[in-house]
Structures are given as C-alpha cells and as structure tokens.
C-alpha cells in the first residue's frame, strides 16, 4: 500500500508549536481500527507552524490594550483579535504575507524530502483550521495560477508535490473563509479552484475532495457553498458538527474545540481510509 501525505496548518497567531500532535495520534487510531492490514507508517504527517512569524506582535498588543488588567472573556478575545490581526496583515505585497507565504513553500520543501514521500505520486491531503484555510487557499490557488503561466520559472526547481499536483483532498474546519469571498477582494481564494492535483491517477482525481467543517455555535467559522457558484461547485460538502468541551460546545469559544472532537476527526479518518483503498 502506498503512503498519503498528511499536511496540517493552523490558523490562530498565537498557535504553539506541535499543536498537532494529539490530532495526528487520534486520526491514526481511528484509521487504523477501520482495517487491520492497516498501517500507522500509511500516514505521513506533517505540520506548518507560523505562529512564530506574529505571536510576539500579538502578545505585545494584548498587554498594551489590557494595561489595566480588567478586560473580560481572555480567551475569547485572544481567538477575536488573532483573526483580525490576520485579516489585517495577511495582504498581498505585505512583508506579513511574503513570510507565511514563504514558510508554507518551505514547509512543503521539508516534507517533499521525507523518505516517505513520492514526489511524484503521494496523494497530499491538507488540513487547515481557521484563517490558515485562507492563506492555505490562496497559497494553493496562487501555485495553480503560477502553473498556469508562462513565467513560473521557479516552479521547474519544484517537485509535482510541492506545486500542488498530487494535493487529493483539502479538510477546513472552523474556516473564516466567507468573510473574504466579497467582490474586489485580492485574494486569490476567493476564486476557488478544483482541488484535485492534475498528477493524479483518475482513481484518485475522482475521488478528491473538499470537506468544509464547522460548528453553528463557532463565530468565526462559515459554511462555503453558498458564497458563489464555484464555491458550489468545488466544495464538495458544508459538514455541521458540534466540538468543543462541556463548558466551550455551545459557545464561541469552540473555536479552538476542533483538534480533539471525535466529530471532526473520525470522518477526517474515514477519508483518508478510503483514498489508501485506491492507491
């Protein structure tokens, strides 16, 4: 059996590292108890952290705005203020937007190596929690638009897997997504794309998808589909769960409820079960 790739972002400034951890070790078990052939080594995960590039900012303005000590509801303002300073700074021709940019072409450098990885055919899901699902969408649709041209020269020092052209599936959950598919936005995303990589095999390009998860109590997160006819076409379902613990679930600060919900990572598995059954 072939290997998948597994890439996970995160979408909050103030993420720290080895976020994903737990979320890889609970994916695992679940696919695994679909099948005891199965094999933990079938995944191969790899996590893209950038909260470094903006956490110190973000602490900095957290203790200036606060000096008095008596702003209520921390937690949810620390999930507040990371998407607002993201949806601020995160602009073409920033110096905020080059480095995430940057990282993520890095980050994708440093997983092509892995010995587990076939340049040429691993099939990559990704999986982007909040506003990392919009850089991540843009990021993807600015590789396919550079592919897509005459001039991408930096793109022939690329592997296949790197530019996109075996990405096999695309897993957002908590996505904040709707709030930039507005007209004249500049950012690629609000145009989406297929999500099937064109080095698929066409097992594979058929079975590719785009599973948008949210939960209705999470206020930073929207479901796609309705925002335009090619969000329609190209996300293949809006999943509504409920995550989060006893005291976040039905809340906004669920939010950050996602990582360990069995809502959310069982059928995370279960996809990835069925694409190993192809490959």
């Known amino acids: 059996m072939g290997k998948i790739a597994v ?77 607002q300073a993201m949806a601020l700074l995160y602009k073409p021709k920033t110096a905020f937007y080059e480095s995430v940019n940057n990282r993520i072409k890095d980050e994708f450098r440093r997983f092509s190596s892995h010995r587990g990885i076939d340049q040429n055919n691993t099939p990559l899901i990704i999986l982007a929690h909040s506003f990392g699902a919009v850089v991540m969408t843009n990021y993807i649709n600015k590789i396919r638009h550079s592919n897509n041209t005459s001039n991408g020269s930096e793109q022939k020092e690329r592997s296949d897997f790197e530019l996109m052209r075996t990405l096999c599936g695309y ?32 097992d594979l390009q058929e079975m590719a998808k785009w599973y948008n998860f ?37 809340n906004p600060a669920c939010h950050t409820g996602y990582w360990e919900d069995k809502d959310f990572y069982k059928p995370v598995a279960r996809f990835l079960t069925e694409i190993s059954s192809v490959i």
Do not use: C
């Open 7 to 83: 890439a996970v972002i995160h979408g909050l400034g103030s993420e720290e590292q080895f976020y994903s951890v737990e979320l890889k070790h609970r994916i695992t078990e679940e696919y695994l108890k679909s099948n005891p052939g199965f094999d933990e080594t079938d995944l191969v995960f790899h996590e893209i952290y950038w909260g470094n590039l903006i956490s110190d900012d973000l602490h900095e303005f957290r203790q200036k705005s606060n000096y008095k000590g008596d702003l209520s509801y921390q937690n949810l303002r620390q999930i507040v203020t990371d998407v």
């Open 171 to 202: 897993v957002t959950f908590g996505n904040p997504m709707g709030l930039y598919a507005i007209k004249n936005n500049d950012l690629l995303m609000t145009n989406p794309d297929s999500i099937a990589g064109d080095k698929l095999s066409d």
């Open 214 to 250: 949210y939960d209705k109590d999470d206020i930073i997160a929207y479901p796609l589909k309705g925002l335009s006819e090619l969000f329609d076409q190209h996300v293949t379902a809006d999943i509504e769960i409920n995550v989060g613990s006893a005291a976040t679930s039905w």
